[in-house]
């Protein structure tokens, strides 16, 4: 069976890199337009978008950072500008600022929240806006619309020395299905991937020395995620193959929810 998102419209946030940018060129290559959003990073967003192009498919990059409100406001506005309408939003935009708590300045905690739990409420609300103002758009989707909020296994996993994080992703859990509850009805899909470890640049630093060896550790499945892996995912549950998935975290991540550490251990 083939997935495609032809006739589509996704908005990635954080497009410029990582998981982000592994779900744009996927769903590109699943025949949607895409929008690359960054926030500073212009230059790989724009190479992205050159890529896609390249390849016959349809894209552009737009700057904003998803915690302010008129930005979020705007990246949506220029959205329907460019492509007419919207069909998919990648909730992806997050950041990292680790301390252990004793140490974590507010701004940091601040920070956290801001991009990635009230970042992915604006977008979710800008998406939902536009979809139900231009209803359902028969033969091109099951769907009147559909959310991809990017997650983490740390919505499930306490992560010590991350609490900023980890409260970010519990609260973002929590958002996607008082969301799905509430537009279920009107036909829009509303759903969240939990990666765990996947090698982008969130990442580089853990893994460095011994760091992906302890990591593995952690994985029962032996090996440390690739974008692909998500961005997999995040077409398919674009898609209608999974048209009947609603309310769920889709965890992708070798296992490692399964806490392997009490494997012969508790
Ligand atoms: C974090 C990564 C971490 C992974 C598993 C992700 O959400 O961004 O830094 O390796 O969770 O712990």
Not at 26 to 35: D, K, Q, T
Not at 97 to 117: C, E, H, R, Y
Not at 182 to 204: C, K, L, Y
Request: proline fraction near 3%.
């Amino acid at each position: 069976m083939q997935i495609s998102l032809q006739q589509q419209v996704a908005l990635v946030t954080g497009a410029s890199s990582g998981l982000g940018e592994g779900a744009a060129r996927a769903l590109a290559a699943a025949g949607a337009a895409v929008v690359v959003n960054y926030n500073s990073h212009a230059e790989p967003a724009e190479k992205l978008v050159e890529e896609i192009r390249a390849a016959g498919g349809q894209a552009v990059a737009i700057g904003a950072d998803v915690s302010q409100e008129e930005q979020v406001e705007k990246l949506f506005a220029q959205t329907l500008e460019h492509f007419g309408h919207l069909d998919i939003l990648v909730a992806n935009s997050g950041l990292q600022k680790d301390a252990p708590l004793v140490d974590m300045s507010l701004a940091d905690w601040n920070t956290v929240i801001n991009v990635n739990l009230t970042g992915q409420f604006l977008c979710a609300r800008a998406a939902l806006r536009q979809f139900i103002s231009q209803g359902m758009r028969p033969g091109v989707s099951r769907a009147m619309g559909k959310i991809i909020h990017m997650s983490s296994v740390h919505q499930l996993i306490p992560w010590a020395g991350h609490a900023n994080y980890a409260a970010s992703k519990g609260g973002v859990d929590l958002l996607m299905r008082s969301i799905a509850q509430e537009v279920g009805e009107q036909h829009i899909r509303v759903n969240s991937i939990a990666p765990g470890a996947i090698r982008t640049a969130i990442n580089q630093q853990a893994m460095q020395g011994d760091g992906e060896a302890k990591m593995l550790k952690l994985i029962p499945y032996g090996r440390v995620g690739e974008a692909e892996d998500v961005a997999n995912a995040v077409v398919w549950l674009a898609s209608d193959l999974s048209d009947y998935v609603h309310g769920t975290t889709l965890f992708i991540d070798g296992g490692m929810s399964l806490y392997p550490e009490f494997r012969g251990n508790g």
